[in-house]
Structures are given as C-alpha cells and as structure tokens.
C-alpha cells in the first residue's frame, strides 16, 4: 500500500523537504507518501535545505536524537481513542445527547490534532505500518488519511501561505491575502469566518466522499497509484456515515438526534478550525508570491519561508490538548518530529531565528493570537480592492 512513488521524481521539491527526517539532507522518507499530486512535482520558488536550515537540523539532531512517539503519547492516544469509543457506545445504549455529543465532538477533535496528525507526517514511528494504522484514525472521524496527506502534507505545508497553491488560504469566500480580490463581503469577513468554522466537518465528510469518487482534490489529480488507498478510504467513510449518522437516526428517531450531531460537528469543527486559522493569519503574516509570477522572483529560502508565515502560541500544557499544533512554527520546520518533542525544539528553533534575524512570531495565550487574527482578517476584509 505505502509505494515507493518518490523514485524517479525531482527530489528536491518543497514536498520532498516536508516529507523529509531531520538529517541534513532532503531524503524523503519512501513509505511516508502513497499520493502524490501536481504539487509534488513543479518547479519550486524556493531555495531548500540551505546551509541555515542544515545548521538547525543539525542542532535539532543532537537536542532530539528519537524523533518519534514516546510513551506518552501513545497513552494519550489511546485514552483518546477509547474516549470515542467509550461515547459512541453510550449514544447506542443510552441515546443521543447534548453532552455526550458535545464531549464525542472534542474527542474527535482530538485525533485530528493529536493522533492523525502526527501519524499522516510519519512521525509516530520509523515503521511505516505503525504511522499507517494511526494514520487511518483520520478516517474513524469521518476525514481521510489519503486526502488529508494531499491536502495538508503535499499542498500546505510544502507551500505554505502561497497564494493559488496552499489550500488552506485558497478560495474567495475569506480573503486571506491581499492577493485575493477584495469583494463587498469581505467587509465582514471578521464576523462570519468564525461562524463557518462550524461547518467543517460537514465539507469534510460530503464533498470528500465526491473528491474519493473521483481522485481529484482541491483542484489536483490524485495519483492514479492510490485507488487501493482511496477504495479504502470510501469503506472507511460508509461505515463512517452508518456509525455516525444513520444508526443513531435510526434508534432515535428524532429532531433532537439531528441537534445533537450537528453540536457534535460544531464542537468539532471549531475546535479543529479555530487551531488551523490562527497559525498563518496574524497580523505581520508572510504571504509568499503569487504562483503566476514565480519565474520573475529570486528563489526563498524554504525554511525562512516557514517560520515567517507561521505563529506560535503558548507552551506545552496547551501543546498537550492541542496535538503539538500550537508549536506551529516548529512543526512547519520539522513535520515528521512527533509533537511530544517540541517543547525541547522550540527553545532551539527560536534561537536560531533570532540569528538568523528572522521574526518568531510568538503569542503567550490563546486569546492574543485569536484577537491578532481578528484583526489580520478585518485588515484584509477592510483593505481597498487590489492585485487580483
Ligand atoms: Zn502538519
């Protein structure tokens, strides 16, 4: 299932660079990657593995010499795992309600950020099997493993904060760039971003179910070599759906049924979405040139690249709820570094910015990253229409 699709492909892409160990050199790990898209393979505008980003993969080495999971996380990803289990079985038994509902779509949450997360990067451990059966928890909540290594491995973080190229700040409904042509909406994209955030999981498990049927996601071909991987990704989502939403209907038969799933999902969804909007829109956020007009701009160091347009916020108790990901910066550097490492990387990573004189964009809480993106947002939503 894991194919060694790497061979023959140019191997110094940013997609390479994500998939990479923290040697120093860019050696994409060949059973990290089963689907590869366009993404993968183009012309890169950036420098990789330059001789600054070697001297922190260096320093990064000897401060973390086992770059997978400890047993501390496979305690927590297991306690997450029967939390799900443990609340799907008192949905059956007991039927649906606010709160359990309500704590099933935290737990959810929780494998997406603290279990598939790290597993999908290959970070969990050097067998390739162990970061594929963790992997596959992204489809027990109704995601993908395969589509969620396309969008997120291959697509954003090889070309973070692109315009045209990173999905995660594509599309003209939020105007996440200046790049974006300012519509009369956006006016309020401030206010309504927040309120889509809910609504995730519902893009998640429809529109994708279409994006498996079809090998094509966000606009990309997937490889042709992934149909096994995608045919199990259906299986997974059918049985998804059934677990999900047609059982409970089917027991409990009821508009309250309906109201709890969709709390479920908004918890979920918020949660998951709240943590991905925060990381690369803040005020002072790089974005990187415009695909159309890469040939005309002298190639950017991918690593700066990195940090520049990532944020990082609190420290580890948050990192512990919030799978590594508040360590933003750090994981965009070093993807396949499990998250219960990052504590000791951040020291380091931060460090090495300011040698480098680059700005480590730090937030102490929570709530000053989300009220720093409330204002990007609203800056770009306020901002005269432009570039296009
Ligand atoms: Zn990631």
Redesign the pocket.
């Known amino acids: 299932m894991w194919c060694t699709i790497w061979q023959g492909l140019p191997r110094y892409t940013p997609a390479a660079e994500t998939c990479s160990t923290f040697s120093e050199e860019v050696t994409p790990h060949p059973t990290t990657i089963c689907c590869i898209s366009t993404a993968a393979q183009g012309e890169t505008a950036f420098e990789l593995n330059s001789e600054a980003f070697r001297s922190l993969k260096s320093r990064v080495r000897k401060a973390i010499p086992y770059q997978h999971a400890t047993w501390e996380w496979y305690i927590k990803a297991c306690f997450i795992m029967l939390g799900n289990f443990y609340l799907e079985y008192l949905i059956y038994t007991q039927g649906p309600s606010l709160i359990k509902h309500g704590l099933l779509g935290f737990f959810m949450a929780l494998v997406g950020l603290a279990i598939q997360?790290d597993a999908n990067?290959g970070g969990v451990s050097p067998k390739g099997w162990v970061n594929q059966f963790w992997g596959y928890t992204q489809d027990w909540i109704g995601g993908s493993a395969l589509l969620w290594r396309h969008h997120?491995v291959l697509m954003h973080?090889a070309e973070t904060n692109v315009d045209g190229d990173d999905p995660d700040i594509t599309g003209d409904l939020i105007r996440f760039t200046e790049l974006t042509n300012w519509q009369g909406r956006h006016k309020y994209q401030a206010i309504y971003t927040w309120l889509l955030l809910p609504l995730l999981p519902l893009n998640w498990h429809f529109k994708e179910f279409f994006d498996l049927l079809n090998m094509s996601h966000m606009g990309r071909k997937i490889s042709p070599m992934a149909k096994k991987d995608a045919q199990i990704a259906l299986g997974f989502r059918g049985v998804f759906f059934v677990r999900f939403y047609i059982a409970p209907l089917y027991l409990y038969p009821s508009l309250h049924t309906v109201a709890c799933q969709l709390l479920c999902l908004a918890i979920g969804g918020m949660y998951l979405g709240v943590n991905f909007i925060i990381s690369h829109n803040y005020e002072g956020v790089k974005t990187v040139l415009q695909h159309s007009d890469r040939s005309k701009h002298v190639k950017k160091d991918w690593a700066y690249e990195q940090v520049e347009t990532s944020s990082t916020v609190g420290g580890r108790a948050l990192g512990f709820l919030h799978g590594g990901l508040n360590y933003q910066i750090e994981?965009h550097l070093f993807?396949r570094i499990s998250h219960v490492h990052y504590h000791k990387l951040a020291p380091v990573v931060r460090e090495w910015c300011k040698e480098n004189k680059l700005r480590y964009a730090y937030y102490p809480t929570l709530y000053s990253n989300v009220v720093s993106c409330y204002k990007y947002l609203d800056q770009l939503g306020n901002a005269s229409p432009q570039i296009g």
Do not use: E, R, S
Request: charged share 0%; proline share 17%.
């Open positions: 997360h990067h997120h973080h994981h993807p």
